[in-house]
C-alpha cells in the first residue's frame, strides 16, 4: 500500500527464461490508473540503471489517483518485447 502524495521506489530485474539477468534496450515506464487508462509514461537511463537488467524509479503517487495504479516496466531484448507489471494500493489517511 502507498499514500497519495508519497513518494515509492518502483525496482525491476529483467530475466530470461532460464532466470539469467538480461540488458533490455530502451527501458520505459508506464503507469496506469485503475481503468488502465496511462496516466504516466517515462525512458529510463543510465541514470535509473543499478546493474545489468536492473532499474528503479522514484515515483510520487499521484493525488488524482483512486485504488490503485499498475506500473509496467518493458523494454525489448533481441527483438523480443520483455515487461514487468504490478500493482500498487493507494489510499488517503
Known sequence: MALKGDTVRLEVEF???DGYRIEPDEVQ???YDRRGV???S???GDSNRVGEGEYYYDL???Y?????ITYEFIGTHRNHPVLAREKIHVEFV
Not at 64 to 68: G, K, L, P
Open 15 to 17: 530475466l530470461d527464461t
Open 29 to 31: 515506464l508506464n503507469i
Open 38 to 40: 496511462a496516466i504516466q
Open 42 to 44: 517515462t525512458s529510463l
Open 60 to 62: 510520487v503517487i499521484p
Open 64 to 68: 488524482t489517483v483512486e485504488d490503485y
